[in-house]
């Protein structure tokens, strides 16, 4: 079972970082069954929840493929179309941040538990969400990065992050999803033209777009740095523990 999971995941290090999601998305699931506990507690309170964490999962499972096939040396057209399929999908992980308006349905008090157990619920499929979103971004990236260059792979990075924050607002606000590419293309179509075309007749449009564009790149900047910090670590932890070895046996 353990060589199947790595030969899905490309390595133990993925198999690892798959699992550990696969924790914090267990425990998202297991505050939405414990909600039906509290008083007048209710599944369809977070369906919402659990659909759009299944959503923000697929860009990652198509990420995981995209990069095992490019480890591969797969076909370039194959990895292409993995590509769009993981784009069109990618704006459900961080889509899950507008989620937090419905916390504004419910009347705050301060001695209420189950309005805090609702907003801790709400912040975990979030943070799940995101991590799960922005492993998907890291793999993609690497792939541009190691076929096109480091530049052309941050401008791609910083497109999709863009696009990530205009694919919020056709959601949240315009209640368009990834579906619909495919079930009204024409009039999907014509929403986004309009609003390029027209920007300072869609004012708001934009400023939403570049509010949630600007704290998803703020946030995947850190996450890759830190990444890249922990890289250099582990490799000067490499380094020495090579140069013990060979002293020792010298």
Same mark, same amino acid.
């Given at each position: 079972?353990?060589?199947?999971?790595?030969?899905?995941?490309?390595?133990?290090?993925?198999?690892?970082?798959?699992?550990?999601?696969?924790?914090?998305?267990?425990?998202?699931?297991?505050?939405?069954?414990?909600?039906?506990?509290?008083?007048?507690?209710?599944?369809?309170?977070?369906?919402?929840?659990?659909?759009? *964490?299944?959503?923000?999962?697929?860009?990652?499972?198509?990420?995981?493929?995209?990069?095992? #096939?490019?480890?591969?040396?797969? &076909?370039?057209?194959?990895?292409?179309?993995?590509?769009?399929?993981?784009?069109?999908?990618?704006?459900?992980?961080?889509?899950?941040?507008? &989620?937090?308006?419905?916390?504004?349905?419910?009347?705050?008090?301060?001695? $209420?538990?189950?309005?805090?157990?609702?907003?801790?619920?709400?912040?975990?499929?979030?943070?799940?969400?995101?991590?799960? %979103?922005?492993?998907?971004?890291?793999?993609?990236?690497?792939?541009?990065? $190691?076929?096109?260059?480091?530049?052309?792979?941050?401008?791609?990075?910083?497109?999709?992050?863009?696009?990530? %924050?205009?694919?919020?607002? *056709?959601?949240?606000? #315009?209640?368009?999803?990834?579906? &619909?590419?495919?079930?009204?293309?024409?009039?999907?179509?014509?929403?986004?033209? &309009?609003?390029?075309?027209?920007?300072?007749?869609?004012?708001?449009?934009?400023?939403?777009?570049?509010?949630?564009?600007?704290?998803?790149?703020?946030?995947?900047?850190?996450?890759?740095?830190?990444?890249?910090?922990?890289?250099?670590?582990?490799?000067?932890?490499?380094?020495?523990?090579?140069?013990?070895?060979?002293?020792? #046996?010298?």
């Amino acid at each position: 079972m353990n060589k199947f999971l790595i030969q899905i995941t490309g390595n133990r290090r993925r198999l690892i970082v798959c699992g550990l999601l696969g924790v914090l998305s267990g425990f998202c699931l297991l505050l939405v069954c414990s909600q039906f506990l509290l008083p007048n507690g209710s599944f369809l309170h977070y369906r919402f929840l659990l659909w759009n *964490l299944f959503l923000a999962w697929i860009p990652f499972g198509v990420a995981l493929v995209a990069y095992e #096939q490019h480890r591969r040396g797969g &076909d370039r057209l194959l990895i292409g179309v993995l590509g769009l399929l993981w784009l069109l999908f990618f704006p459900n992980a961080p889509y899950i941040i507008s &989620d937090f308006v419905h916390l504004g349905k419910r009347t705050y008090s301060p001695d $209420e538990f189950q309005y805090w157990h609702y907003l801790v619920t709400i912040t975990s499929f979030a943070w799940t969400a995101l991590l799960v %979103g922005f492993g998907s971004l890291y793999l993609m990236q690497t792939i541009m990065r $190691e076929r096109t260059g480091r530049k052309m792979a941050w401008l791609f990075t910083l497109f999709v992050l863009f696009m990530s %924050g205009f694919g919020i607002y *056709l959601g949240r606000f #315009q209640r368009w999803n990834s579906w &619909d590419v495919l079930r009204k293309p024409e009039a999907l179509a014509l929403d986004i033209v &309009d609003r390029m075309l027209h920007p300072f007749a869609h004012y708001e449009t934009w400023g939403i777009t570049f509010l949630f564009a600007g704290l998803l790149i703020f946030l995947y900047v850190v996450m890759y740095s830190f990444l890249i910090l922990v890289k250099e670590r582990s490799s000067d932890s490499e380094k020495v523990e090579q140069q013990l070895l060979t002293t020792h #046996q010298g």
